[in-house]
């Protein structure tokens, strides 16, 4: 929120969150019906996240990933996962999910026997991160807004 404006960080807050070791898109909003939907698993909002992993998954612990992991507060639901390059030691997924569980991408990760090293938020539903630079932040255009609306449900 210290890259915000002081007159609008009374008037916003967040949907969903980023922990520390985390970068990339976090949307604002004042609109609570929005936000609402766009943390609720029902509304199946789309978050990616780019997760670079020490080793490199085979296709078992990728379809692993794919049908949904079991942690200890329960089952993850299905996460979509390609493998989008592998250097050596290290391995740099594209990895997506609908529910937004505390440190989910990262415990998933470890559960199939991969520990995250860098992870970053590359999308929320129709919105992209881009090449938008870390600590700076942009105002939505009203097609983004409608089309985030549309993809939450809302009309």
Same mark, same amino acid.
């Given at each position: 929120m210290e890259f915000i404006p002081e007159e609008w960080r009374s008037?916003?807050?967040? %949907?969903?969150?980023? @922990?520390k070791d985390t970068s990339g898109l976090l949307l604002l909003t004042n609109n609570g019906d929005l936000a609402q939907r766009c943390l609720h698993p029902s509304y199946h909002l789309p978050k990616t996240y780019r997760v670079t992993v020490a080793g490199v998954p085979s296709q078992a612990v990728l379809r692993r990933l794919r049908?949904? %992991?079991?942690l200890? @507060?329960?089952r993850t639901g299905p996460a979509e996962v390609w493998l989008r390059e592998?250097?050596?030691e290290t391995?740099?997924?594209?990895?997506?999910?609908?529910?937004g569980r505390n440190r989910q991408v990262r415990r998933m990760c470890g559960a199939v026997g991969h520990r995250v090293l860098a992870l970053q938020r590359i999308s929320m539903g129709p919105l992209e991160l881009g090449d938008l630079p870390l600590g700076e932040w942009r105002e939505l255009t009203a097609e983004e807004v409608q089309a985030l609306g549309e993809a939450c449900g809302l009309a």
């Open positions: 008037l916003l807050f967040p %949907v969903g969150r980023l @922990d049908g949904g %992991v079991d200890e @507060d329960g592998s250097c050596g391995a740099v997924l594209e990895l997506t999910i609908h529910e």
